[in-house]
């Protein structure tokens, strides 16, 4: 008896550590086939690979720059749309824990987090692209401001929350005012946390594919930064590009990933030096 | 400062503070605008094909779309709803076992580089673009599950349904279920990590004061949350019933209902980005994506909702 209760043991050790090792696998050879299979293209194409437009069907490297540019404008102006909201709905939940509506915003925002990309886009598509009667890069920001907004109140609202409530008593038997104490402590313990929340969510909008499918256009021949002009992302761009049969787009669209990758590796590691908690 | 802040409603509200709520709520009610919108546009756009159509835009597997006249026009959705229940079953069934072992090692292997190595890669994962999945799955994974999974269990075992296809070009449920279980580890290690978390010492104490190995403190930790287990099953499905630009380069995109996971295949979100930038130009089409898009957020509410209640009874029972 003894004896079958030690096979199983060790059983178990070995099938957990293999079956974790097969969780974590994909996520090495997934960024290790973009360095080996990016690296090449952006060392061919040089530095006009951030600059120049996509190569025509069938020959040359051409470059990313339209949707280089396209990607960071629409992550910028998302930013500047969605990180105010959260901020605010993040300080309303948590100062005004109790009242119906935080109540509602924290339900809510959970849920806005479970609700499929593409139809974000959707939604977007109806109210903005269709009253306008064309596709723009404002109408990206929107959408990916709406799937920012839950995914940075998360964080701010636990750096907020993680707040020691002695400190915010301190200020209170001070004689500061409310709005005083929030701005003046909390924000201000919470600084860290609070940036870590911004920059992931830059981080999460940067990558993001089906929102932008119906509202950004697929403009990916001129560098523009025009909010109501068409535009384009380094996400589409890899999304089309992967799936037409021309070699060199597929080239283009690995050294796109590899792009991608960086910008998205830099604000990782930035982050977990801020950090050490990741929210989903 | 809660207790107090509970008394303190909208009305009672000291001056200072009154000012603060009310320049606060407007921007923190904008949530419940976005609510309603989406709930308002996509009831409205899918209305046209939801009345032309009836049950059979659920129950059929009809694409013929058709610039004629509206008599020829026919559409049934059956085919991607069935493609994104196979795949996001078989993506939840695969990253549940996966997601237990990691929540063990994370949980259990403290201060161990194993530890330190298995959070970082799940951060990873957890943020990485859904795009980067989608350029590996379509140009490495599937090559390779074609080569070393599909071929070989197809010519050993061509008489079990699951199998009894041939895969052709690689790209399947299968390989869907696959990518997705990758995508999805992350957030449902997360889950069932913040429930178990959540059990307090007193009982791991029992446990192993019993005198219970490594493996029957587990299996017994994890009996404890077991409904925030099943919690996070049903969120990871959720999830990947959602998930659309990698899923679109895997999984084949052909109407195609069959037993065999090898077959090509369609799911909601991949059939929406494949046909959305056309539909204008037939009549029903955008209303009947709108539709399948309708489908998917009453079938992801309602798995959340239950999920949470579940996740809830768990955080209730120890905190």
């Known amino acids: 008896m ?41 060392i061919s194409a040089g530095a006009s690979f951030l600059i120049d437009p996509p190569p025509p069907p069938g020959r040359g490297l051409g470059g990313i720059g339209p949707s280089l540019v396209g990607t960071l404008m629409l992550a910028l102006i998302s930013s500047l749309i969605g990180v105010p909201l959260s901020l605010a ?61 839950p995914y940075v109140t998360t964080y701010v609202e636990e750096a907020l929350e993680s707040v020691p409530k002695t400190y915010r008593e301190a200020g209170y038997a ?25 920059l992931m969510g830059f981080a999460k909008v940067t990558g993001e594919t089906a929102p932008l499918l119906f ?37 283009v669209a690995w050294g796109s990933a590899l792009i991608l990758t960086s910008i998205f590796l830099s604000i990782f590691l930035f982050t977990r030096n801020l950090t050490k908690r990741v929210v989903l | 400062m809660r207790a107090m802040g509970s008394r303190w409603s909208s009305i009672s509200l000291p001056k200072y503070d009154r000012g603060f709520y009310l320049s606060l709520l407007p921007l923190a009610s904008l949530i419940f605008a976005i609510f309603l919108a989406l709930a308002y546009v996509i009831a409205s756009a899918s209305y046209p094909s939801i009345s032309k159509f009836g049950v059979g835009l659920f129950t059929e597997n009809v694409w013929r779309p058709s610039e004629m006249g509206e008599e020829f026009v026919k559409y049934g959705l059956l085919a991607p709803l069935y493609g994104t229940l196979v795949t996001s079953l078989l993506a939840a069934m695969i990253a549940l076992p996966l997601s237990l072992s990691t929540v063990y090692l994370v949980e259990e292997m403290t201060g161990s580089k194993v530890k330190e190595l298995l959070s970082t890669a799940i951060d990873l994962m957890a943020g990485l673009p859904t795009v980067l999945y989608g350029l590996w799955g379509a140009t490495i994974m599937i090559p390779f599950l074609r080569d070393n999974v599909m071929r070989p269990l197809h010519s050993a075992l061509p008489w079990v349904p699951l199998f009894s296809c041939d895969p052709l070009s690689g790209a ?20 069932i990590q913040d429930a178990y978390r959540s059990v307090p010492w007193i009982y791991r104490e029992a446990i192993l004061s019993i005198g219970a190995n490594r493996y029957e403190y587990y299996k017994m930790m994890i009996s404890l949350i077991k409904p925030a287990v099943f919690g996070s099953l049903l969120l990871g499905i959720g999830r990947a019933s959602s998930e659309t630009v990698a899923v679109t380069l895997v999984v084949g995109n052909a109407f195609n209902i069959s037993y065999c996971i090898f077959s090509p295949g369609y799911t909601i979100p991949s059939l929406i980005a494949n046909q959305f930038s056309e539909s204008n130009f037939y009549p029903y089409m955008q209303s009947t994506l709108y539709a399948g898009g309708m489908v998917l957020l009453i079938i992801g509410a309602l798995f959340s909702a239950l999920a949470l209640l579940m996740i809830r009874k768990v955080r209730k029972l120890y905190g």
């Open chain 1, 2 to 42: 003894v004896e079958l209760r030690e096979v199983k043991e060790k059983l178990f050790m070995i099938t957990s550590l293999l079956l974790a090792i097969l969780a974590i696998l994909p996520i090495f050879h997934i960024l290790f086939s973009i360095f080996y299979n990016g690296l090449p293209v952006l």
């Open chain 1, 89 to 149: 709905s993040a300080l309303f939940a948590v100062e005004f824990p109790d009242n119906i509506i935080s109540r509602g915003v924290r339900v809510l925002s959970k849920a806005l987090l479970q609700i499929p990309s593409i139809l974000v886009g959707m939604l977007i598509y109806v109210l903005m692209v269709v009253p306008m009667g064309r596709f723009s890069m404002l109408a990206g920001s929107l959408a990916l401001a709406i799937m920012m907004i």
């Open chain 1, 174 to 198: 001070l004689g500061l005012s409310r709005t005083k104490v929030v701005f003046k402590i909390s924000v201000s313990i919470a600084k860290r946390g609070i940036l870590t929340g911004i």
């Open chain 1, 215 to 251: 509202t950004v256009g697929k403009q990916r021949q001129l560098i523009s930064i025009d909010p109501l002009g068409y535009t384009d992302s380094i996400s589409l761009l890899i999304f089309d590009f992967i799936q037409t049969p021309y070699d060199n787009w597929h080239k």
């Open chain 2, 172 to 191: 399947s449920l299968l390989s869907a279920g696959i990518l997705l279980a990758i995508m999805i580890i992350p957030f449902m290690h997360s889950l």
